[in-house]
């Protein structure tokens, strides 16, 4: 379905749902993190880009208070929210994300007195492709532009992530946002976490030969839930332990030092993969400005599958199924992206192999009587805006 055609579909479900037209039509993507997983919250670097699967709203302006919410992807009916009503944490439906936005720009003094919107997203949920972020960024995006807000894309992004941290009660970093707040098409994002420093950095797979296939384990995963919480803490005890700010302040060729400083095997390995995630950020940034090959970023996603399987302990057995079969089938690199326990894997393959290698993947999730994977592949996409 191309962008025009899946708006005027939101706008027409808006004027049937509410009886009007939508003042407009926003989209905002979800993203596939090519490097750089669990540094954001550590204040490291990041690489993700966006996808062309998108959350959709449509949306306008109400002056009563009153917050009114549907979606096309889920079953019931109009959600209807006080704008003075909503709570922290109150909400474990769906309706946390959109409402937590709405929460989020009033706690930051601006003047949003209520909403009519309807969503609907091709983005699949609980895959590590940042679902929840894009409904985030679709809504702020809107009431930004509707009530003249005038906030920048890296403002919004903060906003949805104090949405996702605070209101929904998810500790989630600022990268899923970011991405899909400020990507450009054709480009990774280079994302400096600490500061929100941003740098395109062009990614022409097709043009190389290339491709990079998502593999969606069908594996659903939660941030909300405990594991992700433990990871950040961990990472947070380790920097306090090491007298740093982040993890990020970790110097790389200080890293044996530091981690003979720390008693704990578990702080260990979690500060082990953060330093080590942020020197392959680097190496992948610098492979890719230097005009080498893009081939050679492969190895590097591979190293960084390990660390995140065996030092960050976020994998599982199809994730790990994904990458070895890949590799096994000739693939350049592999690894799982997002948040882990579940989700996605990225595998970088020479085009012409692309076909086989997901038939392998396919044969092998049958053969370990894993759900079928879905696999498609992805090209680097605009982040929000509007259209319509």
């Keep these: 379905m191309s962008e025009a055609v899946a708006a005027s579909v939101v706008a027409e479900g808006f004027k049937e749902l509410y009886g009007a037209e939508p003042e407009g039509v926003w989209a905002a993507p979800g993203r596939v993190n090519l490097i750089g997983e669990h540094t954001d919250y550590n204040d490291g670097f990041v690489m993700p880009f966006a996808l062309p699967h998108t959350a959709v709203a449509a ?11 549907h979606s096309a992807d889920i079953d019931g009916g109009v959600v209807e929210l006080g704008v003075e009503a909503l709570v922290p944490e109150s909400d474990r439906s769906w309706t946390a994300y959109p409402a937590g936005v709405v929460w989020a720009l009033r706690e930051a003094g601006h003047a949003v007195t209520g909403a009519d919107i309807h969503l609907a997203s091709t983005v699949p949920t609980g895959a590590g492709l940042s679902s929840s972020a894009a409904l985030e960024v679709v809504v702020a995006l809107a009431l930004n532009d509707l009530y003249e807000l005038g906030l920048r894309g890296w403002q919004l992004a903060r906003l949805c992530q104090r949405a996702e941290n605070v209101y929904v009660g998810a500790p989630t970093g600022i990268m899923d946002q970011t991405a899909s707040a400020c990507c450009e098409a054709g480009h990774a994002l280079f994302l400096d976490t600490r500061d929100l420093s941003q740098r395109q950095i062009p990614l022409d797979l097709a043009a190389e030969g290339l491709r990079l296939l998502v593999v969606d384990t069908q ?23 090491l007298g740093v700010e982040a993890l990020r302040d970790v110097r790389y060729e200080d890293l044996d030092a530091s981690l003979a400083r720390l008693e704990d095997e578990e702080i260990r390995r979690l500060v082990r993969h953060v330093v080590t995630e942020d020197e392959r950020v680097e190496r992948v940034v610098s492979l890719m400005t230097s005009g080498g090959d893009t081939r050679a970023i492969g190895p590097i996603l591979t190293e960084g599958h390990a660390s995140l399987r065996d030092d960050f302990r976020i994998s599982c057995p199809e994730l790990d199924l994904v ?66």
């Design 59 to 69: 949306v306008s302006r109400r002056t009563d208070g009153v917050l009114r919410l």
């Design 219 to 241: 594996v659903k995963h939660a941030h909300s839930n405990g594991e992700y919480g433990k990871r950040r803490a961990g990472c947070e005890l380790g920097a306090e332990l």
């Design 323 to 388: 990458v070895d079969t890949g590799l096994a089938a000739g693939a350049l690199g592999a690894r799982m992206t997002g948040g882990g326990f579940g989700g996605s894997a990225i595998v970088l393959t020479e085009a012409g192999d692309a076909d086989a290698i997901t038939k392998a993947v396919e044969e092998a999730f049958a053969a370990a009587g894993f759900t079928a994977p879905r696999v498609f592949s992805a090209v680097p996409s605009a982040g929000a805006r509007r259209v319509g």
